[in-house]
């Protein structure tokens, strides 16, 4: 079972937006066993685009496409699919309801015929009804593979994928089971990680696969199990996180993809019934808002104070003016008042503060570009500890935000 | 001048991880007049990679490989090159002694194996020397192709592309010129904007293409010119884009990508010498780490309370309980109350006030799943309006953010 992905869109090869389509599509399929061997971005040409299904045509078992559907015109997807497939674009009844139903009934316009048009689909293709847009998905067949053509537009593409592609795909197909654990570790740097886990690495299995997946605070390591029996996988993976627990233990905050430091804190919050909040100033709010893109988060944390002017910390935080004059607004003492100043205000068991410059100038602080302080209040006391985390801006916030919620999860745990 | 980027590495293919790379470098690429025909992810596979390459060969002037570079044991891209090239890995004397100093001087641990092997490069490449990191870029040629390949961590291929490829591509190939004008519209959706401006758009020039990218809340249009008269095609899109403006100019808020509408705003702010701050619930902080993603914010924008829970509604921004316990926390009067309560704590000319609940689960609020109330506080009173965003909470959080600094950016635009 062998699936490529082609994304059509010239917005994506001039870089202007980042394709989350093909990664999303990619992580559907590897949850039913299907292993995507190929993602392709190409453009809004019609030679392209049949070059390129050409190319795929009897390699692959399934050809996904996104793109190329909404009412504009730049989208030339439908009818080049038609071409190749040598159909003829009818207008499909159901849809051609829906899409009036949608215009004139929920948006309360007069239907135009860009609307209308976009109902027309190739007469041998079975429709995949788009209950949450304009633009129909489409599956057809041609010899070996089968072709699947989604809108582009994020919600609709996975409202299409979950609800009519993945069932099709189950009772079309035997796939064979891939099992993946991902183990999310902070704290450790890639290579001396590698070094630590080296020897368990080589007595891997053949059928478990290891990769290494940095990125800004954290490494994730995901293990992969391919083989007919589930059962044999899953036991194989847990024997060997198992193992990975004995000799990296403490920097193992949390397992797979849902298991984010954000998420696996909200948990440990909830369960022991302690509340948190916030001080921010360089973080500008972004640690409260990782904590409440968590659903249920009101449960545990109560709110934050963004006190990115300095009045805004002495009138609100009460931070003694004299002390941002004397240690300067980004120092550990200015740190340390601002998160005792939010866990008295509003009654929390715990409370984080961030203070820094996340650059890209010195601006009106003293601290060099990259600095950030944060403070930890608990209730037996309060803990600071000055970083560098270098530029860019968006990486030093990022940076403060892993480092802040790492910091409080490992305390909390330690009692 | 045509270029192919090539993304190895199997956390793509599954789906765990997005890839930005490839948008960096396109872009990069666009800005030099250099076109990306097609962008392919393929697997850390040694006969994968090299069907790849030798599909690309004479086909592209130039081909781009990033991944598959770093310390750890699931990187085999290096060796596969080398045997593509029919080449053998040496190592390059100013890269071990980078590796060396950056390992033993800054992390102050002693070097090892894993280390010491990122220095190994085909002897045939020109290395790119790698100053943020410790794997070298390398600059291949093979018959008419240039093959680059740099590491997969994006600020260390950033520095690269930026400080050796784009130099190095500028010296080799005569370009064509490809203009691009980015118009961000807010407030018109995608079908009802194509009619508007359809007969705009049917008199287009040849060489100018139009592209709608549409996404929460706004749409952005791209023109793109292409020809080898830098100045025509310079001349032509001002005139298209001041045709435009005649027709939808009041749904404009911005040109190209940097010009966003936290930008925007925080440009007017700053002109006018006008001040902002925030009370949030449902958007949990994010319009503050939005409105502070921008360098200088610290000039117009005071601060948030975020207001997760009703008591912090209640004490800090002194919300009166009986409002809350009357008209439920999702409502017009409570959002109204929070808006004129922090534009009073933190003296500012403006507010905004977040209220609402963004799922998936009704929880204690009375409101719909995905109900938002968005209130405006300023000089001249109080405006408030409810919207339904729908779901999902990721989604209804991106919405009300967008909606909100739309709101405040067309109302002191009026003024």
């Given at each position: ?210 990769a290494y997946l940095p990125s800004p605070g ?170 560098n985390f270098g530029q860019p801006r968006e ?21």
């Amino acid at each position: 079972m062998k699936a490529a992905i082609v994304t059509i869109g010239d917005e994506i090869l001039i870089g202007q937006i980042v394709d989350t389509n093909s990664s999303f599509i990619a992580k559907s399929f590897d949850k039913i066993g299907i292993g995507v061997f190929e993602m392709l971005s190409i453009s809004d040409d019609k030679q392209h685009i049949l070059k390129t299904l050409s190319s795929l045509q009897n390699t692959f078992d399934v050809v996904i496409i996104t793109g190329g559907l909404g009412p504009t015109k730049d989208d030339i997807t439908k009818k080049t699919l038609c071409e190749y497939l040598g159909d003829e674009l009818v207008y499909d009844e159901a849809v051609l309801a829906h899409v009036t139903q949608l215009i004139e009934g929920f948006f309360k316009r007069p239907i135009t015929q860009i609307n209308k048009d976009q109902a027309l689909v190739p007469s041998k293709a079975q429709v995949l009804f788009n209950k949450v847009g304009t633009a129909p998905g489409m599956w057809m067949e041609k010899e070996n593979t089968v072709f699947i053509s989604l809108p582009g537009v994020p919600y609709e593409m996975k409202y299409l994928v979950e609800n009519e592609v993945i069932p099709r795909l189950i009772a079309k197909f035997n796939r064979p089971y891939i099992l993946h654990k991902t183990i999310r570790t902070y704290g450790i740097g890639e290579s001396l990680l590698a070094e630590q886990i080296e020897s368990w690495e080589d007595n891997l299995p053949d059928f478990v696969k290891l990769a290494y997946l940095p990125s800004p605070g954290q490494v994730r390591l995901r293990l992969s199990a391919r083989g007919n029996d589930e059962k044999q996988l899953q036991i194989e993976l847990d024997k060997q996180v198992e193992k990975l627990h004995q000799i990296i233990g403490e920097a193992i905050v949390g397992f797979d993809d849902g298991e984010t430091l954000e998420v696996v804190l909200g948990k440990l919050l909830k369960e022991k019934g302690l509340t948190l909040s916030t001080a921010e100033s360089c973080t500008g709010g972004k640690i409260a808002a990782t904590i409440t893109s968590v659903s249920g988060s009101s449960n545990y944390f109560k709110g934050s104070v963004v006190s990115y002017a300095s009045e805004t910390k002495v009138n609100i935080l009460g931070v003694a003016q004299e002390l941002i004059d004397r240690h300067s607004v980004v120092s550990v003492e200015v740190a340390e008042a601002m998160a005792l100043g939010v866990q008295k205000l509003m009654q929390t068991d715990y409370a984080l503060a961030t203070t820094g410059n996340a650059g890209p100038n010195k601006g009106d602080a003293d601290a060099e570009v990259g600095t950030v302080v944060i403070a930890l209040a608990t209730p037996n006391g309060v803990y600071t500890e000055e970083f560098n985390f270098g530029q860019p801006r968006e990486k030093v916030i990022d940076r403060a935000v892993t480092k802040a919620l790492e910091k409080i999860y490992k305390e909390i745990l330690k009692n």
